[in-house]
């Protein structure tokens, strides 16, 4: 899926790419089938491998690191990485046990996506706009990963049935 450009899609921009996503995206009766947990924790174990590599590396290729607009001690990467102070953050599953849905390890409150998403796809404090992961795949933080869509997109995105847009 490429969806270069739709950072934040209008609704002309959704429908083209609606039905793409749609397919790509789990339902509500979906997140409870084994399929669905089995991808998940198979995403979670290759994300924690790499993590325990790439907390050791201070640029991995194609990486961009920009301030964060507001958080001025921190530094978010293109591909989801987090810097405190000059020091890479490790990410852990947030504390209300959802899978794929990485905070950082010493600031639990703190949604990597939404630091990507606040830097990259210049999300501005207190705007309702919900990040949503292309892949579906929430420990895939980084940019091309990410896109910012309203809730009513949001929404459709994960119904049960297709919707005419």
Known sequence: ?????YKKPTDEEFKRCYKELFEASPRPKDYDTKQYKAKVEESRRRFLEAQ??????????????????TLKTYQVSNLGRIKI????????DNSNGKLGYLVLEKYPKVLVYRLVADVFLERKT???????????????????????LTKAQHDAIHTNEMEEW
């Open 85 to 92: 102070r000059g020091k890479i953050q490790r990410q852990v």
């Open 52 to 69: 325990e590599i790439n907390l050791k590396i201070e640029l991995l290729p194609g990486e961009k690191w920009l301030n964060h607009p």
């Open 126 to 148: 207190g705007e309702y706009r919900a990040v949503h992961h292309i892949d579906n795949d929430g420990y895939n933080c980084g940019e091309d990963n990410l896109i910012m």
């Open 1 to 5: 899926m490429n969806f270069t450009g």
